[in-house]
């Protein structure tokens, strides 16, 4: 991987350390180290996920942890080619990380019994691995989430003192400093848990994917469907990353992998890199709403409500393909406001040649898919999946040296056997097929290159990690602090509370809790708070109960592309070397017509393929699928025209709160409300067709002597 150049706008104090991280390890004796480092990380959680050892999990969480912040300050100190007094205090507080870990491993069983009431060095080391995990999260994502962190942690030690309903009933300095550096609560609480597993090991994934070619092919096959279409970079973006989420699952790790292609992509044709960044982000978070992966919520709410998971893919299916279609919109209107047009025809790949040389990359897919729908845990599905993948490495490479077709059908006949032969045998099959394929390369010229790019891609993908693993464990204080002093509990029932007997302003104060819990809480803890507070509440509403999870659901996703966190977003910020909270802003503009789907949904149940709804029980249940599917799609083309400002051309003022009111109108699903929105939505038609054929009259005009070039016409999605 190539050094990253430094960013052109002036952010590079915000962006230097973070954008260092997509350059390659040092080729030096440190360098060296530290990639060793990096390699011992990523074999420890391929050894966990595939229980080739079994630590308890708090283990996992603690040594994860300690991985993380011994890497972060030796690797940054290295990248950014720092003096010696600064490698030196980089290692030294690499040392103390790893000390940190070997305390919580060494003490793991005394912890336990001693929990609650700490002895004196266990408050010094937990005041320790704050300490580490502040300080590390600072040099590398700057100081937004360790302030917000740092401002919860001072409400836990000093709240009592603040006025009520704000106060709370006072605890400690070392109740505090037990909770948070201790047990499963706070930095090695629900978020290290989940990075620790679901996220880490999706990002080697998505490492292995790229080296398999598997990216290449959904970048083919988007490129050749729209890349020659007005605004066609930044649809294969949204393209490619539904594809890949519905491998992945973690935004983050869909950022970090589709985004290396289509971010520059966008930039080269014309978009600006905040703009490209946020339209990464946003379809990369759609990632957890696209089935069959979901991320690791949708397997909590199915446990959660009891129901089968397919129960639950049904249910989120149709708006996550309007989620999509929403995206798509927006970026298709942004692209004719600037004139953007499509790649040259010339430049394009042909999907049905890239699906003739790749389609057998799509057989850890299936795999994976029909592990998840067999009822196996996503960890279990996605280690299943790596190995599947590790197998078409490995064994393209020895294939490809086989003397004739014939025995290279053999071998690939053979060897999907032995994959297939997990199904009856279990990960001991598939373990000793790859230890045969690395020892059979590792006798070749050409498979130890391949061994050595495998190494490459574990050690890449826990550099790729560290910036959301160490936000993982920073915003656990501020769930602990949650879970310690009841906050959320008290601000999520008052919030709920005002919108008393009324739906519209309930779901409004219940989006508003996902989104500001959101800004330091990742989706599955935001999902768990607000489900278990809002839930209840709307379903005394009315509202279907997987309705109202998915609305939660929904939002807590949105929620990860509202400033100042934004995870994905600061994941896509070196790759588009523009600041984090600019993309986080173009992140909430390009989803902003996906706002309205959640409410869609919960006035008419149709919409996630559920029973309910007064229109379902007058005209029928698919009749009231097919009109809430083109009512929802109505909305989001309004509100995506209100919010970029064009259509087919430049919209004035009144245009734009026009299409706002038709769109707000049409899912308020109050009475005469649909009435109200088709009649505003039939007016923007007719003026818009309008202004069209004014502004088509005024460049029909020979008095034009700019020379500017014409907006392309609207048609060409």
């Given at each position: 991987?190539t050094?990253?150049?430094?960013?052109?706008?002036?952010?590079?104090?915000?962006?230097?350390?973070?954008?260092?991280?997509?350059?390659?390890?040092?080729?030096?004796?440190?360098?060296?180290?530290?990639?060793?480092?990096?390699?011992?990380?990523?074999?420890?959680?391929?050894a966990?996920a595939?229980?080739?050892?079994?630590?308890?999990?708090?283990?996992?969480?603690a040594?994860?942890?300690?991985?993380?912040?011994?890497?972060?300050?030796?690797?940054?100190?290295?990248?950014?080619n720092?003096?010696?007094?600064t490698?030196?205090?980089?290692?030294?507080?690499?040392?103390?990380?790893?000390?940190?870990?070997?305390?919580?491993?060494?003490?793991?069983?005394?912890?336990?019994l001693?929990?609650?009431?700490?002895?004196?060095?266990?408050?010094?080391?937990?005041?320790?691995?704050?300490?580490?995990?502040?300080?590390?999260?600072w040099?590398?994502?700057?100081?937004?989430?360790?302030?917000?962190?740092?401002?919860?942690?001072?409400?836990?030690?000093?709240?009592?003192?603040?006025?009520?309903?704000?106060?709370?009933?006072?605890?400690?300095?070392?109740?505090?400093?037990?909770?948070?550096?201790?047990?499963?609560?706070?930095?090695?609480?629900?978020?290290t848990?989940?990075?620790?597993?679901?996220?880490?090991?999706?990002?080697?994934?998505?490492?292995?994917?790229?080296?398999?070619?598997?990216?290449q092919l959904?970048?083919?096959?988007?490129?050749?469907?729209?890349?020659?279409?007005?605004?066609?970079?930044?649809?294969?973006?949204?393209?490619?990353?539904?594809?890949?989420?519905?491998?992945?699952?973690?935004?983050?790790?869909?950022?970090?992998?589709?985004?290396?292609?289509?971010?520059?992509?966008m930039?080269r044709?014309?978009?600006?890199?905040?703009?490209a960044?946020?339209?990464?982000?946003?379809?990369?978070m759609?990632?957890?709403?696209?089935?069959?992966?979901?991320?690791?919520?949708?397997?909590?709410?199915?446990?959660?409500?009891?129901?089968?998971?397919?129960?639950?893919?049904?249910?989120?299916?149709?708006?996550?393909?309007?989620?999509?279609?929403?995206?798509?919109?927006?970026?298709?209107?942004?692209?004719g406001k600037?004139?953007?047009?499509?790649?040259?025809?010339?430049?394009?790949?042909?999907?049905?040649?890239?699906?003739?040389?790749?389609?057998h990359?799509?057989?850890?897919?299936?795999?994976?898919?029909?592990?998840?729908?067999?009822?196996?845990?996503p960890?279990?599905?996605?280690?299943?999946?790596?190995?599947?993948i590790?197998?078409?490495?490995?064994?393209?490479?020895?294939?490809?040296?086989?003397?004739?077709m014939?025995?290279?059908?053999?071998?690939?006949?053979?060897?999907?056997?032995?994959?297939?032969?997990?199904f009856?045998?279990?990960?001991?099959?598939?373990?000793?097929?790859?230890?045969?394929?690395?020892?059979?390369?590792?006798?070749?010229?050409?498979?130890?290159?391949?061994?050595?790019?495998?190494?490459?891609?574990?050690?890449?993908?826990?550099?790729?990690?560290?910036?959301?693993?160490?936000?993982?464990?920073?915003?656990?204080?501020?769930i602990?602090?949650?879970?310690?002093t009841?906050?959320?509990?008290?601000?999520?029932?008052?919030?709920?509370?005002?919108?008393?007997?009324?739906?519209?302003?309930?779901?409004?104060?219940?989006m508003?809790?996902?989104?500001v819990?959101?800004?330091?809480?990742?989706?599955?803890?935001?999902?768990?708070?607000?489900?278990?507070?809002?839930?209840?509440?709307?379903?005394?509403?009315?509202?279907?109960?997987?309705?109202?999870?998915?609305?939660?659901?929904?939002?807590?996703?949105?929620?990860?592309?509202?400033?100042?966190?934004?995870?994905?977003?600061?994941?896509?910020?070196?790759?588009?070397?523009?600041?984090?909270?600019?993309?986080?802003?173009?992140?909430?503009?390009?989803?902003?017509?996906?706002?309205?789907?959640?409410?869609m949904?919960?006035?008419?149940?149709?919409?996630?393929?559920?029973?309910?709804?007064?229109f379902?029980?007058d005209?029928?249940?698919?009749?009231?699928?097919?009109?809430?599917?083109?009512?929802?799609?109505?909305?989001?083309?309004?509100?995506?025209?209100?919010?970029?400002?064009?259509v087919?051309?430049?919209?004035?003022?009144?245009?734009?709160?026009?299409?706002?009111?038709?769109?707000?109108?049409?899912?308020?699903?109050?009475?005469?409300?649909?009435?109200?929105?088709?009649?505003?939505?039939?007016?923007?038609?007719?003026?818009?067709?309008?202004?069209?054929?004014?502004d088509?009259q005024?460049?029909?005009?020979?008095?034009?002597?700019?020379g500017a070039?014409?907006?392309?016409?609207?048609?060409?999605?």
């Open positions: 991987m050094s990253a150049l430094p960013p052109k706008d002036g952010h590079a104090a915000e962006l230097s350390a973070h954008d260092a991280l997509s350059a390659a390890f040092p080729s030096t004796p440190e360098g060296r180290l530290i990639f060793s480092i990096a390699l011992a990380f990523s074999a420890f959680q391929l966990t595939a229980h080739l050892i079994d630590p308890p999990s708090q283990l996992v969480r040594i994860h942890v300690g991985f993380v912040t011994a890497l972060i300050f030796p690797l940054l100190a290295a990248l950014l720092k003096g010696r007094n490698k030196v205090a980089a290692w030294t507080c690499s040392a103390i990380a790893a000390s940190v870990a070997f305390y919580q491993c060494y003490e793991y069983t005394d912890l336990i001693r929990a609650g009431d700490p002895l004196d060095r266990d408050i010094v080391f937990g005041v320790i691995a704050l300490s580490i995990v502040f300080a590390a999260s040099v590398l994502m700057g100081p937004a989430l360790p302030i917000i962190a740092g401002v919860f942690l001072l409400y836990c030690l000093f709240g009592e003192y603040l006025p009520s309903p704000l106060n709370h009933r006072g605890y400690s300095f070392g109740q505090v400093i037990d909770h948070m550096a201790y047990g499963t609560e706070g930095i090695y609480g629900i978020p848990l989940v990075s620790s597993s679901y996220i880490f090991l999706f990002i080697l994934f998505g490492a292995f994917l790229e080296k398999a070619g598997m990216i959904f970048n083919d096959v988007s490129l050749s469907l729209v890349g020659g279409r007005r605004g066609g970079a930044a649809k294969v973006a949204i393209i490619s990353s539904g594809l890949m989420g519905t491998i992945s699952g973690s935004g983050v790790a869909n950022v970090v992998t589709t985004g290396q292609f289509t971010i520059p992509l930039k044709f014309g978009y600006r890199p905040a703009f960044g946020g339209v990464e982000a946003t379809a990369s759609g990632g957890q709403i696209m089935p069959p992966v979901m991320g690791a919520v949708a397997f909590i709410m199915a446990e959660t409500l009891g129901v089968e998971y397919h129960e639950v893919v049904k249910a989120a299916l149709i708006p996550a393909i309007l989620y999509f279609a929403s995206a798509f919109w927006m970026v298709h209107l942004e692209a600037r004139g953007l047009l499509g790649l040259p025809r010339a430049e394009l790949p042909s999907a049905s040649a890239a699906l003739k040389k790749g389609w990359l799509i057989l850890p897919l299936a795999a994976l898919v029909w592990l998840l729908f067999s009822g196996y845990t960890l279990f599905a996605g280690t299943v999946g790596l190995s599947f590790l197998l078409l490495i490995l064994g393209a490479s020895i294939a490809i040296r086989l003397p004739s014939v025995v290279r059908m053999i071998f690939w006949i053979g060897l999907g056997g032995v994959a297939a032969a997990f009856k045998f279990g990960m001991t099959v598939v373990l000793s097929a790859l230890m045969v394929l690395i020892i059979v390369n590792a006798l070749r010229t050409s498979g130890r290159q391949t061994l050595a790019d495998c190494r490459d891609a574990l050690a890449e993908g826990a550099k790729t990690a560290l910036p959301v693993a160490i936000a993982c464990a920073l915003v656990g204080v501020i602990g602090t949650m879970t310690l009841g906050a959320a509990n008290t601000f999520g029932q008052f919030i709920v509370s005002v919108g008393g007997t009324s739906l519209f302003l309930s779901l409004v104060l219940t508003v809790t996902c989104l819990l959101g800004m330091g809480i990742p989706t599955i803890p935001n999902y768990i708070i607000t489900s278990s507070i809002a839930g209840p509440a709307l379903l005394e509403l009315g509202v279907p109960l997987i309705v109202s999870h998915m609305f939660v659901f929904y939002f807590g996703i949105l929620a990860d592309l509202t400033p100042p966190v934004a995870l994905a977003c600061f994941a896509a910020a070196p790759i588009a070397r523009e600041s984090g909270l600019k993309i986080s802003l173009q992140a909430v503009k390009v989803a902003a017509a996906g706002f309205v789907i959640p409410f949904a919960v006035y008419s149940p149709a919409l996630m393929l559920q029973d309910g709804g007064q379902a029980l005209y029928g249940y698919v009749t009231a699928v097919v009109y809430i599917v083109l009512k929802t799609t109505l909305a989001i083309g309004l509100w995506g025209a209100a919010v970029i400002g064009f087919a051309v430049p919209l004035s003022p009144l245009l734009r709160l026009t299409a706002a009111a038709a769109a707000f109108t049409l899912f308020a699903a109050l009475p005469l409300t649909d009435e109200i929105g088709f009649g505003f939505a039939a007016i923007f038609a007719v003026l818009v067709w309008r202004s069209s054929r004014r088509g005024k460049k029909d005009a020979p008095s034009s002597t700019d070039p014409s907006v392309p016409p609207a048609s060409g999605i």
